[in-house]
T-cell receptor, first 114, second 111 residues
Framework: KAGVTQTPRYLIKTRGQQVTLSCSPI?????VSWYQQTPGQGLQFLFE???????NKGNFPGRFSGRQFSNSRSEMNVSTLELGDSALYLC?????????????FGEGSRLTVL | GESVGLHLPTLSVQEGDNSIINCAYS??????FIWYKQESGKGPQFIID?????DKRQGQRVTVLLNKTVKHLSLQIAATQPGDSAVYFC??????????FGSGTQLTVLP
């Protein structure tokens, strides 16, 4: 069974631009979560989607948004990029999300903002 | 503020020895904890979880202990191997439907 796939793996943007990251969950998984990982703040929750609905959102500004499609694939978007948005963005999937702590993470998309 | 944390940012052990990675939490209502391992260049990988109705849970070469009295949990790795070198995170499933991660312990296995 294929794991969680994230694209692109690496990207470089400049301040003010926007970026879209993609995540394909494990087949059959309906929950997709996104996390930001930085050396200073560690792993921080961005949002969680289940069956195309955002069920939970972390403490990030509105520049961070996401969506989930009917095939459970998910995208996240960051608009008006800032230097502090440089991070590893991780996507994780699970069958039902919510009560389980067993998430399956992808290898991440490493974003560098110049 | 942070509700879960780790005691030591780094830990070095000799290959073959047992490793103990500690984690503290602050919220008495916390009832579900998870340990993850993150190798360099990879995403976190689930190791084991434990709910507050248990004091101990064992997996393959790993044991998690939960002490609710002092709000402390630990991950024990038996017969540590080079492949165990990674950053280890404790996390809790709080607030609901999201994981709050601690800061991580870098485990280095010495030959």
């Amino acid at each position: 069974k294929a794991g969680v796939t994230q694209t692109p793996r690496y990207l470089i943007k400049t301040r003010g631009q926007q970026v879209t990251l993609s995540c394909s969950p494990i087949s059959g998984h309906r929950s997709v979560s996104w996390y930001q990982q930085t050396p200073g703040q560690g792993l921080q929750f961005l949002f969680e989607y289940f069956s195309e609905t955002q069920r939970n959102k972390g403490n990030f500004p509105g520049r961070f948004s996401g969506r989930q499609f009917s095939n459970s694939r998910s995208e996240m978007n960051v608009s008006t990029l800032e230097l502090g948005d440089s991070a590893l963005y991780l996507c994780a999937s699970s069958f039902r999300g919510g009560d389980t702590g067993e998430l399956f993470f992808g290898e991440g998309s490493r974003l560098t903002v110049l | 503020g942070e509700s879960v944390g780790l005691h030591l940012p780094t830990l070095s052990v000799q290959e073959g020895d047992n490793s103990i990675i500690n984690c503290a939490y602050s919220n008495s209502a916390s009832d579900y904890f998870i340990w993850y391992k993150q190798e360099s260049g990879k995403g976190p990988q689930f190791i084991i979880d434990i709910r507050s109705n248990m004091d101990k849970r064992q997996g393959q070469r790993v044991t998690v202990l939960l002490n609710k009295t002092v709000k402390h949990l630990s991950l024990q790795i038996a017969a540590t191997q080079p492949g165990d070198s990674a950053v280890y995170f404790c996390a809790e499933n709080r607030p609901a439907r999201q994981l709050t991660f601690g800061s991580g312990t870098q485990l280095t296995v010495l030959p």
